[in-house]
Nanobody, 120 residues
Framework: QVHMVESGGGLVQAGGSLRLSCAAS????????MGWSRQAPGKEREFVAAISWSGGITYYADSVKGRFTISRDNAKNTVYLQMNSLKPEDTAVYYC?????????????WGQGTQVTVSS
């Protein structure tokens, strides 16, 4: 079992930036993908970004491409999400996860979520 803990959420004005972090502990391995998803009130959880175990391949939802950057530090078992040019529609609970592939359906270890609120 891998325990995931997110941090870095908060309240920011539109156009601002936030950096989310997610530390993994427990039975971790470098041979897995890590990613971020989000869920806004009344909406389904959606994919945001993912990164391969080496960090060499990244994936983004079209809605965040060019504004968000995912990265990881395997020495710290940590994945990051740098969010720039934030918009009110980015408001959601953000979850980090780890799994065998880049797709959300393969992620089987999840964090508890961190709230991001973007005011207009």
């Amino acid at each position: 079992q891998v325990h995931m803990v997110e941090s870095g959420g908060g309240l920011v004005q539109a156009g601002g930036s936030l950096r989310l972090s997610c530390a993994a502990s427990g039975r971790t391995s470098n041979n897995y993908h890590m990613g971020w998803s989000r869920q806004a009130p009344g909406k389904e959880r959606e994919f945001v970004a993912a990164i391969s175990w080496s960090g060499g391949i990244t994936y983004y939802a079209d809605s965040v491409k060019g504004r968000f950057t995912i990265s990881r530090d395997n020495a710290k078992n940590t994945v990051y999400l740098q969010m720039n040019s934030l918009k009110p529609e980015d408001t959601a609970v953000y979850y980090c996860a780890a799994g065998r592939y880049s797709t959300m359906t393969s992620w089987d270890n999840w964090g508890q979520g961190t709230q991001v609120t973007v005011s207009s």
